[in-house]
Nanobody, 127 residues
Framework: QLQLVESGGGLVRPGGSLRLSCAAP????????IGWFRQAPGKEREGVSC????????DYADSVKGRFTISRDNAKNTVYLAMNSLNAEDTAIYYC????????????????????WGQGTQVTVSS
């Protein structure tokens, strides 16, 4: 059974940085677009960033543009989300998801686009 595993979350002060990782032990992520999503308490899940299979194309939510950077290392079968200049509004559980076969990078967190999800990693931005 494919399982995506997120790591790298934690507690950080405003203005700080974190780097999240998404891996799939025993399975390849290299042939799929990967998305990062987040869900804050009382809010709907929203798309944060996504990256194409090749890594040449990516997209970001307006709220994180210029602060977050998505990347992938296919040799390590891992996708990263580097987050800088974090603020309280970034506090959420962050999830990575694998796009369905041949589906492009998209920020829509819907089952028609993404078929496997991780359990999430908590990011808390607080002083």
């Amino acid at each position: 059974q494919l399982q995506l595993v997120e790591s790298g979350g934690g507690l950080v002060r405003p203005g700080g940085s974190l780097r999240l990782s998404c891996a799939a032990p025993g399975f390849t992520l290299n042939d799929y677009a990967i998305g990062w999503f987040r869900q804050a308490p009382g809010k709907e899940r929203e798309g944060v960033s996504c990256i194409s299979r090749s890594g040449r194309t990516s997209d970001y939510a307006d709220s994180v543009k210029g602060r977050f950077t998505i990347s992938r290392d296919n040799a390590k079968n891992t996708v990263y989300l580097a987050m800088n200049s974090l603020n309280a509004e970034d506090t959420a559980i962050y999830y990575c998801a694998r796009a369905r076969a041949l589906r492009p990078c998209t920020l829509k967190p819907v089952g028609s686009e993404y078929d496997y999800w991780g359990q999430g990693t908590q990011v808390t931005v607080s002083s």
